[in-house]
């Protein structure tokens, strides 16, 4: 197991969490410290487009890319049939994803300002994500939400002929395209 492989060891599975929780410190430090103060509503409003982005790019990269498309889908369902495994896509993929999707064509498009914004939205979703996938697999719950979120994604886990319940972190986009349809009923 290593840094590199879907089945990470303690170190590399917790560098996930440790590498993007300093992205998110990183980037918020400086647009608060350099940002144009005229710029700062456009900052703000792109970091929370990038937040609610996130949780359309994680339905459909986990019902159309991890449930769909071989080899993700193979490498997924060891995550399915070993849901407490540290397997997880490793951070040197997921980040330079992130700065090849994401930083690099909003810089083009815009300003260092704007794609910092940006993706420090995104990078904060996907953090959010990945806490919380852990949680729902490996954490006692204690509150609400996470009770909720752990029942919805254990529907997920329990139906394998007829996947459901693809987000992690909200149902707005399974309730939207009628993927959590199985969880109400």
């Not at 990470?8 to 410190?25: I, N, P, S, T």
């Not at 994401?102 to 979703?125: C, E, H, M, Q, R």
């Not at 006692?140 to 752990?150: C, G, I, M, P």
Request: aromatic share 12%; net charge positive.
């Amino acid at each position: 197991m290593g840094w590199f492989t879907l089945e990470h060891g303690k170190a590399a599975y917790r560098a996930d969490f440790a590498a993007y929780g300093a992205v998110v410190v990183g980037l918020s430090g400086v647009l608060l410290a350099g940002v144009p103060r005229s710029q700062g509503l456009e900052v703000l409003l792109l970091v929370l487009t990038g937040l609610v982005g996130w949780t359309a790019v994680e339905y459909a990269l986990h019902r159309f890319v991890l449930h769909g498309l071989p080899p993700f889908r193979g490498w997924h369902a060891q995550h399915h049939h070993r849901p407490t495994a540290l397997i997880s896509t490793p951070t040197l993929m997921s980040a330079a994803l992130i700065a090849v999707l994401v930083f690099v064509p909003a810089w083009l498009l815009s300003d260092v300002w704007a794609a910092s914004a940006l993706t420090l939205g995104l990078s904060i979703g996907y953090l959010a994500y990945a806490i919380t996938h852990h949680a729902t697999h490996h954490w006692h719950a204690d509150n609400d939400w996470l009770k909720q979120r752990k029942r919805w994604h254990a529907l997920h886990h329990g139906s394998p002929d007829q996947p459901c319940c693809f987000g992690v972190t909200s149902a707005f986009w399974d309730r939207v395209f009628g993927s959590g349809r199985r969880a109400t009923h």
